[in-house]
């Protein structure tokens, strides 16, 4: 006999039980902490707060310990906090050229002024597995000099000073900035737009986006002007004491992509650009970002939109991976209503083309 | 550790204020779809986040609420939602169609009649009933504006001519006030006519598209057809097994690995509600009795 | 043989029309007046303009001098640039019909023949199937298409048939004047030849105006009553079809005329 299914309720609370027992794991081996997700997974802790959109490496560590080292399900419980917060309103925008830099590097020359500094990544490393990192280890203290003073011109504004290549659109001061966690996106889209939307993409999305677009899908022949690592002054205009409040430093990525050149009938030709920021050591993003940047500005630019790197709608509208999983896994939610008019008309449907089959063959032997 | 405190229905009084300035400006255009800054919420997107922040802009501390999805209080996602809002705004909550004052809904309307005083708050996944036809934004949004729905009709031509009938179940197109084009969200066209000169207010939220819709209280809401190919509601033709129930959407349950089928009411209060009132179907636990005349 | 309009009164008229972009001219002082059931052909080479003066005139560009007036069903003559973008669109769906050199562009490949006929029916509030499919079957058979393949999609079908499907797709709603550029090219000589016999025969039983971009001479012979010869941008001959190409006054135009290959 058929009794109704029920106990929802206790289903969902035993399943939080169990996943917080999962979570936890063996209990014989130490409970992580959060100072060894900050410390030791800097980098997934760096791409939470990125695309959580949020810069707090204590909350997006307890994020990914939340999470059990899933980063997007860590990015959603960041932006689902994030969405709680008072805003106060905006810092003065950061100025990359003050930037107390740790790392720089650029394709476009041999040398600069200000060198070329590797810091610390994993180019030119060999990617051989290493059992003695499996053991624990004690790396040698790093080799130290001197902070060099000298100066550390952005590549972008040597080329810029030749006017080689395009000044960075300089922004009517008076123009609100548009924020797409307050208005909703809609189309056309302005590149202060376009800009927060990539800042806060998924990150292996535009990876592809931009490697199609190296591959031909909307080419535009990139070199690496400039990427840096380093610490900027974040400062906030108080209004009561009327001048800009520095708040403290934060880590940045910053990407400059020198693009195709472009000219027209009044200006003569010169490089045109792409812009990746990410918050703490995010090259991949900022790289792919500043190429996808450069791509969406298809049409700025009067070039065809032809790719799908450069199809504005399609990149902003699947670019956020908390949407996007949201709205993938949500599958698994019962669709059984709607799974059941589907089977009620695919049946009827069947049975009209069993019913066809059946008289026509009568047909052919009446005549 | 910033450490959160939650104001009443989770959402902030500003973030209130601008999803109910979206319902209003919604109400006064039925059928057209409002854009809002959809906020990021605990749940995923597709879960339900825009028929919760609808909720939790209009709830107030003396509203009953009930939550249900695929017609039932049971199911595990209108258990999270209403666990939710118990938690967020301590409201009271309820199964019962007749005593709430907001339904939250997923994929049905109850049943039994609204009446006036009551919200019917939709989640809908995908608000644009031309989407599928037109994927660019762009470009619906002309069509809207200049009501120009030819491609509608073309597809609801090409099923005919495919299938010999209009070949959608569910999400079936409805045009709100003889103006707008409307996805009235995922539910079986089955109850596409209860949306017509309902006396409760319909208001429709999608939090990963962003838009807001409504249907204010006795609008016209016509289903999209053809005058020789009318709209057709389907049920599947047989009684609920549980209350015998001859007018109410059915739920095909499999009971065995050999073909075995039982058909009872999707909606679970309208179900117990008539059980309780006596009517029985054929596999109900309680001696059979004869059923009331309704 | 449909019934003529007021036909004293111009349909369509351009006064001292132009289109440039920055220091380049693309079109300049173009002026007619066109009247019902009249046959207007634009003839010249790649550059001359005749596309630029074919979009100006259709209002899908906004012109840099002049104006366009059309007389709506209601007789009044209304300047084009000064009409809504709805009442604009309404036009090109019923009063106007727009044939592509490329079927394609007028067609929606995915969807059936019947479809495509049917849809500007379905657009101005048609709602009966049958009704739908049998006047999108009856123009079919107009423009020589089989019936039978009225629930195919053009995706399926040649490129004369294409071109046809999107004549009666323009023709169904009984349009007062059709745009036409380049409609034969890119298909076979008796392809073409078929085509232009169908399109003339059309033309005059439904008594429509129409202007005819063409590079090829045969074409403007054929369908045309007047023609434009355009160069540079600019209209430096125009008069009866017959006239203008048995006697050409203009060096340029002589110049056109002689260079048909014999047949």
Same mark, same amino acid.
């Given at each position: 006999m058929y009794v109704a299914v029920k106990g929802g309720e206790r289903a969902i609370e035993n399943a939080h039980r169990l996943l917080a027992h999962e979570r936890r794991g063996d209990r014989d081996v130490p409970e992580l902490s959060l100072a060894?997700?900050?410390?030791?997974?800097?980098?997934?802790?760096?791409?939470?707060?990125?695309?959580?959109?949020?810069?707090?490496?204590?909350?997006?560590?307890l994020a990914i310990k939340q999470a059990r080292g899933d980063l997007i399900e860590a990015i959603f419980l960041v932006r689902a906090f994030r969405a709680t917060l008072?805003?106060?309103?905006?810092?003065?925008p950061v100025d990359t050229g003050k930037m107390a830099v740790r790392r720089r590097i650029s394709s476009t020359f041999k040398d600069i002024p200000g060198g070329q500094i590797l810091g610390p990544t994993f180019d030119y490393t060999h990617r051989l597995l290493d059992p003695q990192l499996a053991e624990g280890s004690t790396p040698e203290p790093p080799a130290t000099s001197d902070a060099s003073s000298a100066a550390m011109p952005r590549v972008t504004d040597i080329l810029g000073r030749d006017g080689l290549i395009e000044s960075s659109p300089s922004a009517d001061d008076n123009a609100?900035?548009?924020?797409?966690?307050?208005?909703?996106?809609?189309?056309?889209?302005?590149?202060?737009?376009?800009?927060?939307?990539?800042?806060?993409?998924?990150?292996?999305?535009?990876?592809?986006?931009?490697?199609?677009?190296?591959?031909?899908?909307g080419r535009n022949h990139p070199f690496a002007g400039e990427i840096r690592l380093g610490e900027v002054e974040v400062e906030f205009m108080a209004e009561d004491v009327g001048f800009a409040v520095p708040l403290g430093p934060i880590t940045l990525t910053e990407c400059q992509m020198v693009t195709q050149f472009k000219g027209s009938a009044t200006q003569a030709p010169c490089f045109t650009r792409g812009y990746g920021l990410g918050f703490g050591q995010s090259e991949r993003k900022t790289m792919s970002m500043a190429l996808?940047?450069?791509?969406?500005?298809?049409?700025?630019?009067?070039?065809?939109?032809?790719?799908?790197?450069?199809?504005?709608?399609?990149?902003?509208?699947?670019?956020?991976?908390?949407?996007?999983?949201?709205?993938v896994e949500h599958l698994k939610l019962p669709h059984y209503v709607d799974f059941q008019s589907e089977l009620g008309l695919l049946r009827k449907l069947r049975k009209e083309f069993a019913e066809a089959a059946e008289t026509s063959p009568l047909q052919e032997a009446a005549e | 550790m910033n450490a959160p405190a939650y104001n009443f229905a989770y959402l902030d009084e500003q973030t209130k204020r601008m999803i109910r300035r979206a319902i209003l400006k919604a109400i006064a255009i039925p059928g057209y779809q409002v854009p809002f800054a959809s906020r990021e919420m605990p749940m995923p997107y597709g879960w339900g986040t825009g028929g919760v922040q609808v909720t939790a802009a209009i709830l107030g501390r003396d509203d009953v609420l009930k939550v249900i999805d695929q017609g039932s209080d049971d199911t595990t996602n209108a258990i999270s939602i209403r666990k939710f809002f118990a938690k967020t705004a301590g409201v009271e909550t309820t199964t019962s169609t007749a005593d709430a004052t907001v339904i939250q809904t997923r994929h049905r309307i109850p049943e039994a009649s609204l009446h006036a005083g009551q919200v019917l708050v939709y989640q809908v996944p995908i608000p644009e009933p031309l989407r599928f036809l037109e994927p660019?934004?762009?470009?619906?949004?002309?069509?809207?504006?200049?009501?120009?729905?030819?491609?509608?009709?073309?597809?609801?031509?090409?099923?005919?001519?495919?299938?010999?009938?209009?070949?959608?179940?569910?999400?079936?197109?409805?045009?709100?006030?003889?103006?707008?084009?409307?996805?009235?969200?995922?539910?079986?066209?089955?109850?596409?006519?209860?949306?017509?000169?309902?006396?409760?207010?319909q208001l429709f939220g999608a939090g990963r598209e962003k838009r807001i819709y409504a249907i204010p209280p006795h609008t016209s809401v016509v289903s999209l057809d053809f005058e020789d190919h009318p709209f057709s509601r389907y049920r599947h033709d047989a009684p609920c097994a549980l209350c015998g129930a001859n007018d109410s959407y059915l739920d095909e349950i499999v009971t065995d690995d050999k073909g075995g089928r039982m058909f009872v009411c999707s909606d679970t209060d309208f179900c117990e509600t008539r059980q309780a009132q006596g009517h029985r179907g054929s596999e109900s636990a309680a001696p059979h009795k004869e059923r009331a005349h309704g | 043989m449909a019934e003529r309009e007021d036909s004293d009164q111009p349909l369509l008229m351009a006064e001292g029309l132009g289109k440039s972009y920055g220091s380049l001219t693309a079109c300049r002082d173009a002026s007619f007046a066109l009247y019902p059931g009249e046959v207007l052909a634009v003839v010249g080479e790649s550059g001359s303009g005749k596309s630029t003066l074919l979009q100006l005139l259709s209002a899908q560009l906004a012109p840099s001098a002049g104006q366009v007036s059309y007389r709506m069903r209601d007789g009044v003559m209304r300047d084009l640039a000064k009409l809504?973008?709805?009442?604009?669109?309404?036009?090109?769906? $019923?009063?106007?019909?727009? =044939?592509?050199? &490329?079927?394609a562009m007028g067609l929606r490949m995915a969807v059936s023949a019947g479809a495509n006929v049917g849809e500007r029916l379905m657009a101005v509030g048609w709602n009966h199937y049958g009704r739908i499919r049998d006047t999108a079957s009856s123009w079919l058979e107009r423009v020589e298409i089989d019936t039978g393949r009225i629930d195919?999609?053009?995706?399926?079908?040649?490129?004369?048939?294409?071109?046809?499907?999107?004549?009666?797709?323009?023709?169904? $709603?009984?349009?007062?004047? =059709?745009?036409? &550029?380049e409609p034969t090219g890119g298909l076979d000589v008796s392809v073409q030849a078929r085509l232009l016999d169908l399109m003339r025969n059309l033309v005059s039983e439904l008594g429509l105006a129409a202007i005819v971009v063409t590079h090829d001479l045969a074409v403007a012979r054929l369908l045309s009553h007047r023609v434009m010869v355009m160069k540079g941008g600019r209209v430096i001959e125009t008069g009866l079809t017959d006239q203008v190409l048995d006697d050409p006054r203009e060096p340029y135009t002589q110049l056109l005329v002689s260079s048909i290959l014999p047949a």
């Open positions: 060894q997700i900050s410390e030791q997974l800097s980098l997934g802790v760096d791409r939470v707060m990125t695309e959580g959109s949020l810069y707090d490496r204590e909350l997006a560590a008072p805003r106060f309103g905006a810092t003065e609100p900035i548009g924020d797409l966690t307050r208005e909703p996106l809609s189309f056309p889209a302005d590149r202060d737009l376009r800009l927060q939307n990539l800042a806060r993409a998924d990150e292996g999305f535009l990876l592809a986006l931009g490697y199609s677009s190296q591959r031909g899908y996808v940047d450069r791509t969406l500005r298809a049409r700025e630019l009067g070039e065809e939109v032809m790719a799908p790197a450069q199809d504005e709608e399609f990149v902003m509208s699947h670019s956020d991976n908390v949407q996007a999983t949201g709205f | 660019r934004e762009t470009e619906t949004r002309r069509m809207h504006a200049l009501g120009e729905y030819g491609l509608m009709h073309v597809k609801l031509y090409e099923d005919i001519a495919r299938f010999g009938h209009i070949a959608t179940s569910y999400a079936y197109p409805v045009k709100v006030n003889a103006r707008y084009v409307m996805d009235p969200s995922p539910t079986p066209k089955f109850d596409n006519p209860k949306m017509d000169n309902c006396a409760a207010l | 809504g973008e709805a009442e604009r669109r309404f036009l090109f769906r $019923t009063d106007w019909g727009y =044939v592509h050199q &490329d079927p195919d999609a053009p995706r399926t079908y040649s490129g004369g048939m294409r071109q046809r499907l999107q004549i009666a797709r323009n023709l169904v $709603t009984e349009p007062r004047l =059709v745009f036409m &550029d």
